[in-house]
């Protein structure tokens, strides 16, 4: 159980964008660089992010990636969310695809309880407090 | 991030362990009844349980499987940890392989926090309980 490379490397690229000065656009070299991963890979997660209406996408001379709402409006579960999709520790927690036996089984309410309490800590640190952690 | 196919079946099948009277021995027909799996994949799993010594098997003609310890000495994270290993939210948190960029990546502490309130809630939550509530 754990989360995909592209979301921890999402997180990383999200936290360089929030410690961006306002209004300033990064290029996909310079996350690259600040992620310690490719043009490549990095292009691909970002794409994804634009996609999730995260960050927004400049093209041309001056063109580069910047969030596209403030940092402490977006947590770390907005950006697994985009990247990993919804969170779902087993099959028959809500948003899960469903159990055929969940009528009759008493674990389903502990999965649910489990994936709560991931859920609390995940939604409740925003990317302006990474920022400030100096997370990079 | 989720659990296992596995792992999902494996706490049904400890539950169903739990639910047997002390002394009785359940067979893997039984338990791929109880469990709406086939015997084959339910071998597996009760293999990789008596290989972590959560569950003791017997030959002969009344043999079967049954708890190697109390069930409410056994918990859930017990079981995904048998099964899933050791749970490892992202590379940089406790146990994991580790990140080269973890000196100066603020974001490990909240890896570490989220996962210690996963295992906060499948470390409390005991076989017993499970199968009070009648989980199959």
Known sequence: M???RTADYGVRLMTRLAMAA???RVTVAELARASHSTIAFT???MQRLVAAR???SHRGFEGGFELARSADSISLLDI???LDGTLCLNQCVP?????????TCG???VWARAQDALTAVLGAESLD???ASGAS
Do not use: D, S, W
């Not at 948003?95 to 009528?103: F, S």
């Open 80 to 82: 697994l969310t985009a």
């Open 95 to 103: 948003g899960g695809p469903g159990c055929e036996q969940a009528a």
């Open 22 to 24: 306002p209004g300033t």
């Open 43 to 45: 292009g691909k997660i």
């Open 107 to 109: 674990t389903k309410a």
């Open 129 to 131: 407090k990474l920022a």
């Open 54 to 56: 995260l960050v927004i």
């Open 2 to 4: 754990h989360i995909t």
